[in-house]
């Protein structure tokens, strides 16, 4: 990623990085909110290759997961759902932005809450069995990260209980049957993970990212179906980096810039 | 392992086998019940080097978790708590090898239903706050695993609704306040377990057993302390063969062998 592209005379204070090595540009705040990197380009990569169809991206933010996914699958169209009203502002610059033009038509931005549940989410866009598949990189539980400054980040970061159970209801509502979610977080976030797709998704996959192949995991991707019965399985692992060094291994780096999935499909 | 030891004339079919290259032996049921491989090395495998104190082995078989601890941990103690006869007989028909004289005296068996509670627990002889760390290979929750004909094994692969749940309740009772708990199982079994510690034991740590790089979960160990208050962490896997071999890899052999734990500590 590098900041490029011209900047915009009426988006606050921001930046233009390539990703998918230029394939596509985002507009994101320069020193504030939820600047978007690999976490989103991993999470775009549990989408399969062959995915055609409407993708939802929860908790979009400028926009980075939802236009990988775009950028790889030619087929598919994807709806940016982003609560802040900040964030949304920045979505919708990335996708004005001319350097994006192949890949606009195919996404539309939705501001809504996807903690919303029942007649209230309807009311809000989010309809019932109305995507093929969603993809989410919830604010991190992590109420350490609360100590910042940073009003958009302390937003994002809040510790809320039920988080991935609220994000997760919603998704099993919005996904039709046999349709698919991944879902990004840290390590300690599995359970709750595992606790919301019970009843909801099976057939789920746990894959561990590992900066370094003798250290522990500093996220997980849990990837299931909807509606099927099947049980968990633990993927082999992705390493970033090889042991001593901080360039990306070539796997990783594939993933990262849109050239390989990270579920292999 | 292999058989070598000779053939006890008072045990019903049975074969001897050798684990850590021949530093104890197993009498085990011939072709009937839980036969002890790789799985109970694996689990003897994630107490640490350092640990001295008393080891209970919950669903002990024969003894072969409790044996490869008190093989590596020389100043250790072990219980091994079995419920059923069939199995009980073995376990003393181990600790009464001659082979074993080195361990026996530090080992004692315990029959007993690990998943007894309060009174009726106590009353077992699982004494409240009374080991240091428990071990446990509870039986696989696979129903169908039940077409199999032998009986031992149908008792021991039995579908139990809230099996983990009981068995860790009475470690959780058992083991001493900052004691160390470590289950081996199947993947699918990671949410029941991540459930059934929490709020009972924390700094939980979840490894991987491939069977190659490139395939799979086998098994997953999860390792916690009594009372702690740390989040799961995913530790790098251990794979066990080299993609298109079925050799042992070195790191794998080592565990099984008793010269190297699973965690590294």
């Given at each position: 990623m590098s900041v490029g592209a011209q900047s915009l005379p009426d988006t606050p204070a921001h930046t233009v990085d390539a990703?998918?090595?230029g394939r596509f540009w985002l507009v994101q705040p320069q020193k504030s909110g939820h600047r978007a990197g690999m976490d989103a380009m991993m999470l775009a990569a549990s989408v399969p290759a062959s995915f055609t169809g409407t993708l939802a991206d929860f908790g979009?933010?400028?926009?980075?997961a939802g236009l990988a996914v775009l950028s790889r699958c030619k087929n598919s169209t994807a709806i940016l759902v982003e609560r802040a009203p900040e964030m949304k502002a920045f979505c919708e610059a990335t996708l004005a932005h001319p350097a994006n033009q192949h890949l606009a038509d195919r996404a539309s931005i939705l501001e809504a809450?996807?903690?919303l549940a029942g007649r209230a989410r309807e009311a809000s866009g989010l309809r019932d069995n109305s995507v093929d598949f969603a993809i989410m990189n919830p604010p991190f539980n992590a109420s350490e990260d609360r100590a910042t400054p940073d009003d958009l980040k302390r937003q994002a970061h809040v510790m809320e209980i039920g988080l991935f159970e609220a994000w997760i209801r919603s998704a099993a509502a919005v996904v039709r049957p046999r349709g698919g979610l991944a879902v990004i977080a840290r390590p300690e976030s599995l359970r709750a993970i595992l606790d919301a797709i019970d009843g909801?998704?099976?057939n789920a996959e746990l894959l561990a990212v590992h900066p370094r192949?003798?250290?522990?995991?500093?996220r997980i991707v849990v990837r299931a179906v909807r509606g099927a019965r099947g049980k968990l399985s633990l993927?082999?692992?992705?390493?970033?980096?090889?042991?001593g060094s901080d360039r990306f291994r070539a796997d990783a780096d594939a993933i990262n810039n849109g050239f390989a999935t990270l579920f292999g499909d």
């Open positions: 990703f998918h090595r979009a933010g400028a926009g980075a809450d996807v903690t909801r998704f099976g192949a003798d250290a522990a995991a500093i993927r082999p692992p992705l390493v970033l980096h090889e042991n």
